[in-house]
């Protein structure tokens, strides 16, 4: 569609802007999002995100739900990272229940370890969707089977645990629907030796350094510092400008103040900092961070001392008092937060998930001015945005 002729006051040539739809079928839209790109030739003037495609209304749902019951329909919002949904809500809504002496709830070492090894697990296993899924919308598309491939050895981890390949179910208020069966913490380790590492390294000298690949993102996207924060951008697109917050070092939370680990952030490397590779680049870094904290948290990780210690601090009836509390946790995409108020009932009177996808997705407008159309791609996928939590 025709939406605009204009006529070049020096030149006299006429500039005739076109509108194109982008999504929601598009497969390089990432869900069902549809982009407005008004476009001269192969310039893109701007792209307006349009969002309202799914329609989830979790927050409404969970008010007819008890507290336990919500958590599959938090397991919904970023479906690729559903350990870290459900642990930042039972962080919430434990914070709430600890309010009050006689709803407190204490979680053994053990129930902490394990929260924090299965997140991330999830945090790899999502970084790696993105890697593959980006470099495919670029156009190759060996790395996706490639990173799929060690997508699928941590999925069948998480089915062995909790019998789920997607959505979970497993972190609960108070604790774990299961315990790690007998032999698991070397399963992890073994997949973390002998396959995910030296695939990293393979990932790196077919992508990473790939002279193409550097071409097609070091210099496409440039989000400054200064960008960043006033846009409250978070995660890896946040730290892709050079910006060094992760709430598990700043903020920390669960058991993360135990763990050495470093705080991966953009360096303009190849280019402006703060460009679609920088935040390739920190995920692939973060993969490597998240490696450290699984071996420090198989290490520490106490044994049980009681048979089925983690369900044993799981309420019957979850009841938090009478309040409110906002809790935010480190999503694979961000600051994934939760507001929870309780009037003191079996379900929640009110919950409001604060989304990264969301906010991020909030910039793609400001970053897709003068870019290629082919880049807008590039642009688009680096912000790795989940629909599910983008249309709570």
Not at 40 to 56: F, M, N, Q, S, T
Not at 57 to 71: D, G, M
Not at 105 to 134: K, P, W
Not at 238 to 246: A, P, T
Request: proline share 5%.
């Amino acid at each position: 569609m025709i939406s605009n002729v204009t006529t070049d006051s020096r030149t006299g040539l006429e500039t005739r802007e076109m509108v194109l739809n982008m999504g929601p079928q598009h497969p390089s839209t990432h869900g069902v999002l549809r982009l407005e790109v008004v476009t001269d030739g192969e310039l893109v003037v701007k792209a307006i995100p349009h969002i309202g495609y799914l329609h989830r209304c979790f927050e409404k749902h969970a008010e007819a739900l008890s507290y336990q019951t919500v958590i599959p329909y938090v397991d919904r919002l970023d479906y690729l990272a559903s350990m870290n949904n459900d642990l930042g809500y039972a962080i919430a809504v434990e914070t709430l229940m600890g309010k009050s002496e006689k709803t407190k709830i204490e979680l053994s070492d053990r129930v902490e370890y394990i929260r924090v090894v299965v997140a991330e697990l999830n945090r790899i296993a999502s970084h790696l969707m993105l890697l593959g899924t980006f470099t495919m919308d670029l156009g190759a598309i060996t790395p996706f089977t490639w990173l799929f491939r060690d997508r699928e050895y941590i999925l069948d981890l998480f089915e062995e645990v909790s019998g789920a390949r997607l959505l979970y179910n497993y972190i609960r208020v108070g604790g774990v629907s299961y315990d790690f069966p007998p032999g698991f913490e070397k399963k992890i380790t073994d997949f973390i030796d002998e396959t995910l590492e030296p695939h990293m390294a393979e990932c790196d000298d077919l992508i990473t350094f790939n002279k193409i690949f550097i071409e097609r993102a070091a210099d496409v996207g440039v989000v400054s510092s200064e960008e960043a924060l006033a846009w409250a951008l978070s995660g890896p697109m946040l730290r892709g400008s050079g910006v060094g917050f992760d709430l598990r070092k700043d903020d920390p939370y669960s058991v993360y103040d135990r763990f050495d680990f470093e705080v991966a952030v953009g360096d303009g490397r190849y280019g402006p900092i703060g460009s679609c590779w920088d935040r390739y680049y920190v995920r692939r870094l973060e993969i490597d961070e998240s490696i450290k904290i699984i071996r420090q948290a198989l290490e520490q990780m106490p044994d049980a001392t009681e048979p089925d210690e983690v369900r044993s601090a799981i309420p019957k009836t979850v009841r938090p008092p009478e309040g409110e509390v906002y809790v935010r946790t480190e999503n694979p995409r961000g600051e994934l937060g939760f507001f929870v108020r309780s009037d003191g009932s079996a379900n929640p009177f009110r919950i409001k998930g604060r989304s990264p996808c969301f906010c991020n997705l909030s910039i793609m407008e400001r970053l897709s001015e003068g870019c290629l159309i082919a880049d807008l791609i590039t642009i688009l996928g680096s912000v790795d945005i989940v629909l599910g939590e983008v249309d709570r």
